[in-house]
């Protein structure tokens, strides 16, 4: 007996709107695990350049630190040729102006110039012309002025003039 007027069919587990859901879900998951495993690869690749880039950092930080240090030896080089050269013109000038000073009659043998100090050695016709036309204008110029004669066998005079001037420095 039959209560069919259809033949039997073939019954699916899952409809055809379920297959397509599940591949959708499927799908989706593939994708989103492979978005994840990007991101955890960029998140690995971002670390290691951020290591990279911190030792870069560190490099160019010695290397500002070494450049710095360079360029304050080099100012303090700069800062003392000034201080040299300084120090060579008022004494060019210094030797210029001593030498303006001493007269065509007096001969000048040796002259020892120091920071506080100056002696002269040299040869005078008479005591009265080193007096008047060297020692005034010495004793002008220096705090100290001693002069000690010497009688040469030609009748002039041998003289080393000792002039000082006083350490500022050590008054303060």
């Known amino acids: 007996m039959k209560l069919s007027f259809i033949a039997p069919r073939k019954k699916h587990y899952l409809k055809i709107f379920t297959k397509i859901w599940l591949s959708f879900i499927l799908i989706i998951t593939i994708m989103l695990n492979a978005f994840n495993m990007f991101v955890i690869y960029k998140n690995r690749d971002y670390q290691t350049t951020a290591k990279e880039l911190d030792i870069t950092r560190a490099i160019f930080e010695q290397s500002i630190d070494d450049t710095d240090k360079q360029i304050s030896f080099v100012l303090r080089q700069k800062t003392a040729a000034e ?90």
């Open 83 to 172: 201080e040299i050269y300084a120090n060579n013109i008022i004494l060019k000038d210094s030797i210029k102006n001593l030498f303006d000073l001493v007269p065509d009659q007096i001969t000048l043998k040796k002259v020892t110039m120091e920071k506080d100090s100056l002696v002269i050695y040299g040869e005078t016709p008479t005591k009265d012309m080193y007096n008047f036309l060297l020692a005034a204008p010495l004793r002008s110029i220096f705090h100290t002025s001693n002069t000690m004669f010497y009688l040469t066998k030609k009748g002039w005079y041998n003289f080393i003039s000792t002039n000082k001037t006083k350490n500022l420095e050590s008054i303060e």
